[in-house]
C-alpha cells in the first residue's frame, strides 16, 4: 500500500507519494492550469506510470483545489498539512512556519509538533507569491531573476502600496521615471518580506526558530531579506516546496 | 386605502419580496403602523405598548452596495451600507414601509448614516449613554425612553400609559424567557438542531408583527424539539466540535461563517452577537416602581462593543464557554468595524486565558473571501 498526498495550490500543484515505511518514492510539481479536475487525472495518470496505481494507495487532498480530486479518500486543509509536512521535514517539534503560496501567505504556529495557532492573509494577494508574479511580469523578467536582481540593488527604493493593483501601478511609474530595474526589484521583494512580518505580529514566534516552506522557499534572496526583517535566520530545506503534499500523505498513512 | 403606493420596480421583484411588501402593505390596509429598528438596544416595549408593529431593518445582503456606495464611504461597514442601500433603492419591504424609524447612537458609522437616511424616511435617533455603569447612564436612558414615548404619541397620535408599558415588558419577558429556554438546548450533546437553523429561526422572529406571534413561534419549536429529544432516545456525543460565535451581527454573513463552521465538522452551540443569548438574558424588573428605568437598566445590560467600557462582554464569555462547553470561539467581524475589531485583543485574551482555541475572522458581505474562509475555519476546526 502506498499513500499519497496531493496539494492542489493555486499555481502549482504537489504531489508525493510515500511506501509502507513512510518513505518518499515519488515527488512532482506541475502547473495546477484552470481545470483542476483534469490536473488531478493527470496526477493519476503519472501514478500509474510509476507503478502505483488508483487501487495501490490511499490518499488525502489538500490546497484551495482539495475539493476537486474525485478519487482523494479526505479532505484536509493546507494549514494541517502543511504544519505536518514540515514537522517531518524539519524534524523538530516548536518553530514558526512561513508559507508563502500562490493567493494566500500563511503563518502557522508549532508547538509540540502540531499546529497550535495560524494566521491567513485575507482575501487580498497583497505579500503573495502572486504578487511576485504580477510583479516580475511588469518589470519583464521571471520570478528568479526578479529575486536576483533584487539582491544587487545600489539605491533600494519601497514599495509602499500593499495592494497588488495599486504596487503595480507604482511600479509602473518608477519604470517611467527610469529608476534602476534591479532597486524596483528590491522594493518588491521587501514588500513582500514586510507583509509576512506584519503577519508574524499575529501569532507568536520565536525569531531563532522561523522556517519556509511553499513555492519560494528557493529564492535565496528573499530568505535573506526575511531574515533581516523578522530578526533571526529564516531556514528552509530542498523538501520544503512539498511540506503540503507530505503532510497530506503523512495523514493518508494514517487513515483507517 | 389607495395611499399605500407600492415601489416603482416593484414588478420587477422576485416572488418572495413581493409577498414581503403585500404582506405588510396588508397589515398596514388593517390600520397597522410600522417602526423600524436597527439595534438591541431598541427599547421595543414603547412600540409593543402602543400597538406599532417593530421590525428589525438591519441589511443582510451586499445587493444594494454599490448603490449605498454613492452617498456612503466604501470603507464602512457593510452592514450600515446595506442597510442604507436597501432604503435608497426601495429593495426593502419592511424599511419602505416603516412609518418611523428609530435608531440609536451606537457607532459612529451608523449614526451617521441616521443622519443621510433623514432625508428618505422619517428617523429619530435616540441617544445612547455611554459608562452603563455611570449613574446618570441609567437616568439618561431612562429619559431617552420618555422622549421616544413623547415622539411615537405626537407621531401616531395616541397615548401611550406606563400600565401598558409594563403590560408590554411582561410579555417581552416571556418572549425572553422562552428564547432563552431554546437556546439552551444548543448545550445538548448531540444538538437537537444546527446552530444555523437556531439563527435563522431567531432572525425570523424579528419579522413578527406582535410579540404574541413570536411568543407561539418559539413554544411551537420548543414544542416541536422537546418531543424529538425525547422521542429520540440521546445518542453518544456527535464528536462535532462545539463553537462559540461572538462578534457583530452575523445575519449577513451567515453561510460564509456559520455555514462552514457546520460543514467543517463544528456545531454552533452559542451565539453571544447581537440576536442571541446576550441581549435575551436582560430581563426587565416588571415589580419595579418606574417600569421606564427598568427597561433602561435592562437594556444598558447588553454587553455590544460600542459602549465604553464594555465589561459586560469579557464577563460573559468565559461563562458562557462554561454554560454550552465550548470548545472554540469564533470572533466575526464585519470589515470597518472598529469597535468589535479592537474587542478581538479582549476576547482573544479571554479564550487564552480559558484554554479554548480561539479564531477572529474580518469579512464582508461579498462572496470573494467565501473559499478563503472556508479554509480557515475548516483549520480551526482541525486543530480544536
Ligand atoms: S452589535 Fe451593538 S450596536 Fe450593533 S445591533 Fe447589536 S447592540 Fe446594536
Ligand atoms: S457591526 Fe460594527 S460598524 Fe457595523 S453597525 Fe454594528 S457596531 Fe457599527
Not at chain 1, 201 to 212: N, Q, Y
Not at chain 2, 1 to 13: A, G, I, Q, T, V
Not at chain 2, 321 to 348: N, S
Request: with cysteine; glycine share 8%; net charge negative.
Amino acid at each position: 500500500m502506498n499513500f499519497v498526498g496531493i496539494d492542489m495550490g493555486s499555481t502549482c500543484s504537489k504531489l508525493v507519494a510515500l511506501n509502507e515505511a513512510k518513505e518518499i518514492v515519488y515527488k512532482e510539481v506541475v502547473p495546477t492550469g484552470w481545470n483542476c479536475v483534469e490536473t488531478a487525472e493527470t496526477l493519476l495518470s503519472h501514478l500509474e506510470a510509476q507503478g502505483i496505481p488508483k487501487d495501490a494507495f490511499r490518499s488525502v487532498a489538500t490546497g484551495y483545489g482539495r475539493v476537486s480530486i474525485p478519487f482523494a479518500d479526505k479532505c484536509i486543509t493546507e494549514i494541517s498539512c502543511h504544519g505536518k509536512g514540515a514537522v517531518a521535514i524539519f524534524d523538530e517539534p516548536d518553530f514558526t512556519l512561513i508559507d508563502i503560496g500562490g493567493q494566500d501567505t500563511k503563518v502557522i504556529e508549532i508547538k509540540g509538533g502540531s499546529v497550535k495557532n495560524f494566521y491567513m492573509n485575507d482575501k487580498c494577494s497583497a505579500g503573495t507569491g502572486r504578487f511576485l508574479e504580477i510583479m516580475a511580469g511588469t518589470l519583464g523578467v521571471d520570478l528568479n531573476k526578479l529575486c536576483e536582481l533584487g539582491r544587487q540593488s545600489q539605491n533600494h527604493v519601497s514599495i509602499s502600496s500593499m495592494c497588488t493593483v495599486f504596487a503595480e501601478s507604482e511600479v509602473i511609474s518608477l519604470i517611467g521615471r527610469g529608476t534602476d530595474k534591479a532597486d524596483i526589484a528590491y522594493g518588491i521583494v521587501e514588500s513582500i518580506a514586510n507583509k509576512v512580518k506584519s503577519q508574524m505580529g499575529r501569532v507568536s514566534s520565536d525569531p531563532a526558530h522561523l522556517r519556509l516552506s511553499g513555492g519560494l522557499c528557493e529564492v535565496p534572496f528573499l530568505l535573506e531579506l526575511l531574515s533581516e526583517k523578522l530578526g533571526g535566520e529564516v531556514k528552509t530545506d530542498p523538501l520544503a516546496r512539498y511540506a503540503g503534499a507530505y503532510g497530506a500523505a503523512l495523514f493518508a498513512s494514517e487513515l483507517k | 386605502m389607495s395611499d399605500l403606493k407600492l415601489p416603482e420596480k416593484f414588478d420587477e421583484y422576485a416572488e418572495g419580496r413581493k409577498n414581503g411588501f403585500l404582506r405588510v402593505k396588508a397589515a398596514k390596509e388593517a390600520g397597522k403602523k410600522v417602526v423600524g429598528i436597527f439595534c438591541t438596544f431598541t427599547p421595543v416595549e414603547v412600540f409593543d405598548a402602543a400597538g406599532l408593529i417593530s421590525v428589525g431593518l438591519c441589511g443582510m445582503s451586499d445587493e444594494t452596495t454599490a448603490d449605498a456606495e454613492r452617498d456612503l464611504p466604501k470603507n464602512l461597514c457593510p452592514l450600515i451600507k446595506a442597510s442604507y442601500g436597501f432604503a435608497l433603492t426601495e429593495k426593502c419591504p419592511y424599511t419602505y414601509w416603516s412609518d418611523l424609524i428609530v435608531g440609536e447612537t451606537t457607532c459612529d458609522g451608523k449614526k451617521k448614516m441616521y443622519e443621510l437616511l433623514g432625508q428618505l424616511k422619517d428617523v429619530y435617533t435616540m441617544n445612547l449613554p455611554q459608562g452603563p455603569d455611570r449613574d446618570y447612564a441609567k437616568k439618561m436612558w431612562a429619559h431617552e425612553i420618555r422622549l421616544l414615548i413623547d415622539v411615537v404619541e405626537k407621531k401616531f397620535g395616541i397615548r401611550v400609559t406606563d400600565e401598558q408599558i409594563r403590560e408590554a415588558a411582561i410579555k417581552r419577558n416571556e418572549f425572553r424567557r422562552l428564547k432563552v429556554e431554546l437556546m439552551e438546548l444548543l448545550s445538548m450533546d448531540p444538538a437537537p438542531i444546527s446552530g444555523y437553523d437556531m439563527y435563522k429561526f431567531l432572525e425570523s422572529m424579528g419579522f413578527q408583527f406582535t410579540v404574541d406571534d413570536s411568543i407561539a413561534a418559539v413554544k411551537k419549536l420548543l414544542g416541536e424539539l422537546k418531543e424529538q429529544i425525547t422521542s429520540q432516545p440521546a445518542a453518544a456525543g456527535t464528536g462535532r466540535k462545539r463553537i462559540l460565535v461572538t462578534g457583530c451581527p452575523i445575519g449577513g454573513v451567515l453561510d460564509k461563517v456559520v455555514g462552514s463552521i457546520e460543514a467543517n465538522g463544528g456545531q454552533v452551540v452559542c451565539y453571544e452577537n447581537c440576536g442571541g443569548i446576550k441581549a435575551a438574558r436582560c430581563f426587565v424588573d416588571t415589580d419595579a416602581e418606574d417600569i421606564v428605568e427598568a427597561i433602561a437598566d435592562a437594556y444598558l445590560q447588553i454587553g455590544c462593543a460600542v459602549m465604553d467600557p464594555n465589561n459586560r462582554r469579557k464577563e460573559n464569555i468565559p461563562e458562557l464557554i462554561k454554560e454550552f462547553r465550548v470548545e472554540g470561539v469564533v470572533d466575526a467581524t464585519l470589515q470597518a468595524c472598529h469597535t468589535y475589531m479592537i474587542e478581538t485583543y479582549w476576547i482573544r485574551k479571554i479564550c487564552e486565558e480559558a484554554g479554548v482555541p480561539y479564531m477572529s475572522l474580518e469579512t464582508d458581505y461579498s462572496q470573494s473571501d467565501k473559499g478563503q474562509i472556508d479554509t480557515r475555519i475548516a483549520a480551526f476546526i482541525e486543530t480544536i
